[in-house]
C-alpha cells in the first residue's frame, strides 16, 4: 500500500444497517459482501456479532466467503463483546476487531457515568484483549468530533501503546465543520506520541449534510481511511457515501490520493444495496441517483449534446451508467428533441423540425415527461407528416 492510497473501509453492513426499516437476511448480507470484496473495499465491516446470533451467523458466513478484503466485527470495550467477535471471525483471511469506546464529556458523563482516567484505563485494556486474538484490531473514540482534541489525543496514545493498527476518530453526531475535522485530523498526526504505528481512519455521520467534506478534510490532513456505506445510508441522515469520496479522489487527481476502487461497478452496487434494503436512492443522490446523469433543460441539453464535458464532470460510464439521459419537457430544447427524435428513427430537416418543435411544446405542457411513443405520435401528427 502507497502512503497516498486512501483505504477503504465499507460498513455498509454494519452502521449502514441500522437505518430503521432495514430489512437484509443473512443470505443478501453475503452477496452485498461478495460484491464489495469485487469492487475492491480494503475493509468490510460485517456486523456487530454480539448483538444478536443473526448477526453472529452473517459476521462467521461473510468471513468464510470474502476473498481480499479484511473483515471486521464491532465489539464495545467490553471482554465479552470481543470475545464473541474473535469466535465469528475465525474463518475469516484478514480479520479484525473494531473496538472501542465513548470519548466526548457527554459520553463519558451520561452514558458511561465515568472519568476521563477510567475511560482511557478501559480503551487500553479492549485493545489490549482484542490483541490476544487477533494482530489487526482498530480502536474507535466514539464522539470524537465533540471530544477535545488534548483529551483525545491521550487516548490514542494509550490505543497505540496497546497494539492498535488503526485510530478512527468518529464524527458520531456529524457535528463538525469540515476545516474542524481537517484540523483534529492534523493535530492526532502531530502529536500523538507512536502515531507512525496506525494509521488514522475518517468515520463521519452526515447531520449537516458534510461527511463527505469532512472525511476528504480528514484524508487531505492525513488520515489514511474512510469509513463509508453505499449510498451513504446509516443512522438518521446516514454515513459518508462511499461512492461520493472515491469519486472525489478519482476526479481530482491533483491530491494525490487514490484507492482500490473499481468505480464502474458504482452504479450497480448501489441498486442492489437499495433493492435488497428495501431503501430508495433519492433521485438527485450524488454519482448513483436516477438523476445524476440526466440533462432537462435546454440550455444543458444542448451543451451536453454539442459536447458531454460542458455539464458533466465525470464519464457516466466510469460509475456503471451506459450513457447519460437527455430527458425531454416542457423546458426542452430544438437540439434535445432533434436528437431523441433520431434515436428513434427520424432525421428531421430544420423546418420539419419547427413544426414538430410547437407539437412537442403543447403535447409537453400537458405530459410533464415525454417518451419514445409520445415522440413517434408527436412526430405522427404533426403538419409535416400529414
Ligand atoms: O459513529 C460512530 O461513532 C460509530 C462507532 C461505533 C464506530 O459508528
Ligand atoms: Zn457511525
Redesign the pocket.
Same mark, same amino acid.
Given at each position: 500500500m502507497s502512503n497516498n492510497n486512501i483505504q477503504i473501509f465499507d460498513t455498509t453492513l454494519r /452502521?449502514g444497517e441500522q437505518v430503521p426499516g432495514c430489512k437484509l437476511n443473512s443470505e443478501q448480507k453475503v452477496v452485498i459482501a461478495e460484491q464489495l470484496d469485487q469492487l475492491g473495499v480494503d475493509v468490510i465491516e460485517a456486523g456487530f456479532p454480539v448483538s444478536s446470533p443473526g448477526d453472529f451467523k452473517s459476521v462467521e458466513a461473510i468471513s468464510k466467503i470474502v476473498k481480499n478484503a479484511t473483515v471486521c466485527g464491532?465489539t464495545r470495550a467490553v471482554e465479552n463483546d470481543i470475545k464473541v467477535a474473535a469466535e465469528s471471525l475465525k474463518y475469516a483471511k484478514k480479520p479484525r476487531i @473494531?473496538t472501542?469506546i465513548g470519548t466526548s464529556d457527554s459520553h463519558i458523563l451520561h452514558k458511561f457515568k465515568s472519568n476521563r482516567e477510567a475511560i482511557v484505563e478501559r480503551a487500553f485494556e479492549a485493545v489490549k484483549y482484542a490483541k490476544s486474538f487477533v494482530e489487526d484490531v482498530e480502536f474507535?473514540a466514539? /464522539?470524537a468530533g465533540r471530544t477535545d482534541n488534548e483529551y483525545l489525543a491521550r487516548v490514542c496514545e494509550a490505543a497505540i501503546r496497546a497494539g492498535a493498527t488503526v485510530l478512527?476518530i468518529?464524527d458520531?453526531t456529524g457535528y463538525c465543520l469540515p476545516s474542524e475535522y481537517g484540523a483534529k485530523i492534523k493535530y492526532l498526526k502531530e502529536n500523538v506520541k507512536g502515531i507512525e504505528k496506525a494509521i488514522l481512519s475518517c @468515520?463521519c @455521520?452526515n447531520d449537516l449534510g458534510l461527511a463527505t467534506a469532512n472525511s476528504i478534510e480528514g484524508v487531505i490532513n492525513g488520515a489514511r481511511q474512510i469509513e463509508c456505506t453505499i449510498n451513504g445510508i446509516g443512522e438518521r441522515a446516514g454515513n459518508t457515501a462511499l461512492e461520493e469520496v472515491v469519486m472525489v479522489l478519482k476526479q481530482h487527481p491533483y491530491l494525490n490520493l487514490d484507492t482500490n476502487i473499481n468505480t464502474s461497478m458504482l452504479f450497480g452496487m448501489s441498486q442492489l444495496v437499495s433493492d435488497s434494503m428495501g431503501i430508495y436512492t433519492q433521485p438527485n443522490k450524488a454519482i448513483v441517483g436516477a438523476n445524476a446523469f440526466a440533462h432537462s433543460s435546454g440550455i444543458h441539453q444542448d451543451g451536453v449534446i454539442k459536447n458531454r464535458a460542458t455539464y458533466e464532470i465525470i464519464d457516466p460510464r466510469d460509475v456503471g451508467v451506459t450513457e447519460s439521459a437527455i430527458v425531454l419537457t416542457a423546458r426542452s430544447g430544438r437540439a434535445a428533441l432533434a436528437y431523441r427524435a433520431k434515436n428513434v428513427g427520424y432525421e428531421l430537416t430544420k423546418l420539419q423540425l419547427d413544426d414538430v418543435y410547437a407539437n412537442f411544446l403543447s403535447f409537453a405542457d400537458r405530459k410533464k415527461e415525454i417518451n419514445d411513443n409520445d415522440i413517434h405520435q408527436i412526430i405522427e401528427t404533426s403538419n409535416v407528416y400529414q
Amino acid at each position: 500500500m502507497s502512503n497516498n492510497n486512501i483505504q477503504i473501509f465499507d460498513t455498509t453492513l454494519r /452502521d449502514g444497517e441500522q437505518v430503521p426499516g432495514c430489512k437484509l437476511n443473512s443470505e443478501q448480507k453475503v452477496v452485498i459482501a461478495e460484491q464489495l470484496d469485487q469492487l475492491g473495499v480494503d475493509v468490510i465491516e460485517a456486523g456487530f456479532p454480539v448483538s444478536s446470533p443473526g448477526d453472529f451467523k452473517s459476521v462467521e458466513a461473510i468471513s468464510k466467503i470474502v476473498k481480499n478484503a479484511t473483515v471486521c466485527g464491532l465489539t464495545r470495550a467490553v471482554e465479552n463483546d470481543i470475545k464473541v467477535a474473535a469466535e465469528s471471525l475465525k474463518y475469516a483471511k484478514k480479520p479484525r476487531i @473494531h473496538t472501542g469506546i465513548g470519548t466526548s464529556d457527554s459520553h463519558i458523563l451520561h452514558k458511561f457515568k465515568s472519568n476521563r482516567e477510567a475511560i482511557v484505563e478501559r480503551a487500553f485494556e479492549a485493545v489490549k484483549y482484542a490483541k490476544s486474538f487477533v494482530e489487526d484490531v482498530e480502536f474507535y473514540a466514539e /464522539d470524537a468530533g465533540r471530544t477535545d482534541n488534548e483529551y483525545l489525543a491521550r487516548v490514542c496514545e494509550a490505543a497505540i501503546r496497546a497494539g492498535a493498527t488503526v485510530l478512527n476518530i468518529p464524527d458520531t453526531t456529524g457535528y463538525c465543520l469540515p476545516s474542524e475535522y481537517g484540523a483534529k485530523i492534523k493535530y492526532l498526526k502531530e502529536n500523538v506520541k507512536g502515531i507512525e504505528k496506525a494509521i488514522l481512519s475518517c @468515520h463521519c @455521520h452526515n447531520d449537516l449534510g458534510l461527511a463527505t467534506a469532512n472525511s476528504i478534510e480528514g484524508v487531505i490532513n492525513g488520515a489514511r481511511q474512510i469509513e463509508c456505506t453505499i449510498n451513504g445510508i446509516g443512522e438518521r441522515a446516514g454515513n459518508t457515501a462511499l461512492e461520493e469520496v472515491v469519486m472525489v479522489l478519482k476526479q481530482h487527481p491533483y491530491l494525490n490520493l487514490d484507492t482500490n476502487i473499481n468505480t464502474s461497478m458504482l452504479f450497480g452496487m448501489s441498486q442492489l444495496v437499495s433493492d435488497s434494503m428495501g431503501i430508495y436512492t433519492q433521485p438527485n443522490k450524488a454519482i448513483v441517483g436516477a438523476n445524476a446523469f440526466a440533462h432537462s433543460s435546454g440550455i444543458h441539453q444542448d451543451g451536453v449534446i454539442k459536447n458531454r464535458a460542458t455539464y458533466e464532470i465525470i464519464d457516466p460510464r466510469d460509475v456503471g451508467v451506459t450513457e447519460s439521459a437527455i430527458v425531454l419537457t416542457a423546458r426542452s430544447g430544438r437540439a434535445a428533441l432533434a436528437y431523441r427524435a433520431k434515436n428513434v428513427g427520424y432525421e428531421l430537416t430544420k423546418l420539419q423540425l419547427d413544426d414538430v418543435y410547437a407539437n412537442f411544446l403543447s403535447f409537453a405542457d400537458r405530459k410533464k415527461e415525454i417518451n419514445d411513443n409520445d415522440i413517434h405520435q408527436i412526430i405522427e401528427t404533426s403538419n409535416v407528416y400529414q
